[in-house]
């Protein structure tokens, strides 16, 4: 029997659909392991002016982690009006909701028109994004957090 004769394999696809305690809703997930599909949450800064420190996105969101496995966090200084070669995305941690960390607990760095992932250790109970322009251009960076549960 050649390969074009052979019989393709039957397709079946089944949803699952998974509690969430917090969102009091049911949502997709993987069969796999019976677990819901991660969180993705989208954070954007715009006109970044030079030398800045500390810079809150437009919407300041904070993200719940304590119930992480796995934290990924991509970075994209690609938006055609970042012309700086020097941004920081600094994590900032707190264990008991209110006190933050001074210092980052992780912390990446890219130039103009790059994209970077970077997983960060789950353990706190919320994290927190800043930007810091390090140079004499102006940044504009989009920032993707994707926890899994």
Do not use: H
């Not at 954007?44 to 966090?73: C, G, L, M, R, Y």
């Amino acid at each position: 029997m050649s390969e074009q004769e052979q019989p393709r394999q039957g397709q079946v696809i089944k949803e699952i659909m998974v509690w969430d305690f917090d969102k009091r809703e049911w949502v997709k997930g993987y069969i796999r392991d019976r677990a819901r599909l991660p969180d993705v949450v989208e954070l954007f800064w715009d006109s970044v002016a030079q030398n800045t420190t500390d810079k809150a996105p437009q919407e300041d969101k904070i993200v719940d982690v304590e119930k992480a496995t796995e934290i990924a966090i991509q970075a994209d200084t690609t938006p055609p009006d970042n012309t700086s070669t020097s941004v920081d995305i600094n994590v900032e941690a707190t264990l008991d909701g209110s006190t933050w960390d001074s210092v980052p607990y992780a912390e990446m760095n890219l130039g103009d028109n790059e994209i970077k992932t970077m997983l960060v250790n789950p353990g706190p109970k919320r994290i927190r994004l800043r930007l810091d322009e390090n140079n004499t251009g102006v940044a504009e960076c989009r920032v993707k957090v994707k926890v899994r549960e």
